[in-house]
């Protein structure tokens, strides 16, 4: 079998993919509003742990998936070296699979040269996850991201010069009410920046034991209602100005569940969301709503 350790997670567009786990944990796990991993100190699982997996799917399941979703948080913060040697073993063990995919971290990306990007292309990994959360440089450093804005551009720009597809990620919410409308404005200007193949947006949901949270108990947080965060996605959308990024809020967070291509979809996408903040269209009840 296939060993898993903790919690696994994996984004939407990764339902059917197998999921191997890489590391155990985040290898920053820093994040005030994560709670993705309790207790999961992180650990870089030795090759011979990920081949037995691999292994095992190839005798057991193969030929009941087309993609393969390289786990936990950050994958991408091994060596060039120990990267290439897992998709060189995926590879040499299905020869047919469509694509490997990965959570990325900018700094992580930043560190690797754009021949070690561009190689990790050719051997199938053609898409990575980054946790933008917010443009903010304001609001990055409150809720500890250890990135900037700057170097997420940097990163999303690198990694799709050298043929990876980037799936960026919004958190609506992330500002609170007191930075709302700069955490939109801000978001909108850095994803105009990076232009990704993809953008996705989170709506926040406070996790017990969380920093974020603490705040929130202790006054120093103020949660949108789910209006407000439909007015904070209704603001970041009417100021994206995109060419041939996919878009959705299709994540089980969310209140509302769109998704267009953008330019083409953007007035259509502000017209929906008008119909949820009229109450034309009701949106998901907090019984729903899950990470």
Not at 59 to 88: P, T
Not at 141 to 147: L, P, R, T
Not at 171 to 181: A, D, H, I, N, Q
Not at 214 to 230: H, K, Q
Request: with cysteine; net charge positive; proline share 3%.
């Amino acid at each position: 079998m296939i060993t898993y350790k903790g919690t696994v997670i994996r984004p939407p567009s990764e339902a059917d993919s197998l999921l191997i786990q890489v590391t155990y944990g985040c290898s920053h796990d820093k994040c005030a509003f994560c709670g993705t991993y309790p207790g999961k100190a992180f650990k870089i699982r030795t090759f011979a742990e990920i081949k037995a997996d691999l292994e095992w799917a190839k005798k057991n399941i193969d030929g009941e998936f087309r993609r393969i979703f390289l786990c936990d948080g950050d994958a991408m913060c091994l060596s060039f070296n120990k990267l290439m040697e897992i998709l060189n073993l995926i590879n040499s063990l299905f020869p047919d699979i469509q694509r490997i995919g990965i959570y990325a971290n900018a700094r992580n990306i930043l560190a690797k040269t754009e021949e070690e990007l561009t190689e990790f292309s050719r051997n199938k990994l053609t898409i990575a996850y980054l946790g933008l959360e917010s443009g903010s440089d304001k609001i990055l450093k409150a809720v500890n991201k250890g990135s900037t804005a700057r170097e997420m551009t940097d990163a999303v720009i690198r990694a799709q010069k050298c043929g990876i597809k980037m799936s960026v990620i919004g958190l609506l919410g992330l500002g609170g009410r007191k930075l709302s409308r700069e955490h939109a404005l801000e978001t909108a200007r850095v994803c105009n920046a990076m232009n990704p193949r993809f953008l996705s947006f989170l709506t926040l949901m406070l996790v017990p034991g969380t920093p974020l949270c603490d705040d929130y108990e202790n006054g120093r947080f103020e949660l949108l209602t789910a209006g407000e965060m439909l007015e904070e996605l209704h603001l970041i959308v009417t100021n994206l100005e995109l060419n041939g990024t996919i878009f959705r809020t299709n994540h089980a967070s969310n209140y509302a569940p769109l998704e267009g291509t953008l330019p083409k979809d953007k007035d259509k996408l502000l017209r929906l969301l008008k119909t949820y903040l009229r109450g034309e269209a009701p949106v998901k009840d907090e019984f729903w709503r899950g990470l």
